[in-house]
């Protein structure tokens, strides 16, 4: 049985008997001790895909699949994740202040409709804390070979008015680690983020970055799928202003429409019922402007992977299809990829 089999047959079995969150939990602690011993790590990459590298923001991905941001929010596990074979890994959100997010349950789980509800709220170690492990990880010699983002947000305590100075501290104290940062305005769970997405709002948020990035290190944003075609096409214009390296398109849906109503929970829904609207997204971003997009959002397999890069993508980020599908879905899509 190789990998791909066994997680599918074993792992996530056993894994969807319990409550979400635990289940993450026990994984990523898993990977997190597997990222100390060589031995495991070296097993890991037998199960690699094939390199398929690509050059996107000056930067060369061993290939175009990504881990997406909420995973490895607090950057614990990046040499296993590594070894897994991803393209590259965003760690995050993470937030100036520690916070503990909301309270549990805040994961759920929809396996006929292969989709995630989540309502963490940037549960995160905060910025000081994950800007010291990184450290650590590059001291041990460990640090992965790949392209590493980290994903920045705000800390909910901070109000809105005072955001930039929220993400500058995060943006500060982590960009020595990142290969690229970014600005996550579209988490449905920290009440009023999205509204950073506004024109006004992102513009002073851009350009209090913009300043402050004297290093010229590519910054990208993530946006929200439930964005209006006016909406979407002021986010543009401020991105082109602002010398915005990329934009990460789509975060979670609001839309539930897909969820039975007594089944239904607050929070963000993502997995298979998201793919086509974000779909849309990059397509309406491709068609408007030449920054390149990650497309992130229902992959599940290689038909969905294919779309998003016909839709104009330059990256892909997986995450519930990777919950739902394992270490093969990397090898499906990266292996069947030109
Ligand atoms: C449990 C969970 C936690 C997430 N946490 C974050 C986060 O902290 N920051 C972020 O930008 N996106 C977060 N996301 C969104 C994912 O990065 C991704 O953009 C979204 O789930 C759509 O992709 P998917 O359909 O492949 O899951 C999270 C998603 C899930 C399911």
Redesign the pocket.
Known sequence: MNAAEAYEKIVRPLLFLID??TA?NFAIGFLRRASQVELVLRGFRRFQPAAKPKTVFGMRFPNPVGL????D?DGVALPALAALGFGFI?I??VTAKPQPGNPRPR?FRFSEQQ????R?G?N?DGADLVANRLRQWRESGRWPAIPVGI?I?KSKTTPLDQAPADYLHSFRRLRKFADYI?L?V??PNTPGLRSLQERESLSILLRAIREENRTDKPVLI?IAPDLSTPELEAIIVSCEENHVAGI?A???TLNHSSIPTARDEAG?L???P??EK?TALVRDITARSTIPVIA?????DLESAREKFEAGAELL???????FRGPGLLREIVGGLK
């Not at 997406?68 to 995973?71: L, P, R």
């Open positions: 979400p969150e993450h997406a941001a909420g995973f929010k965003e995050g959100t994961i989709a995630l509800i989540n963490l940037f995160n994903n947000g970014v996550n579209s988490s993530k990460i789509t975060n979670t963000g993502s997995g298979a998201l793919r974000s992130s959002g229902g992959i599940f980020q997986v995450y519930t299809g990777y919950i």
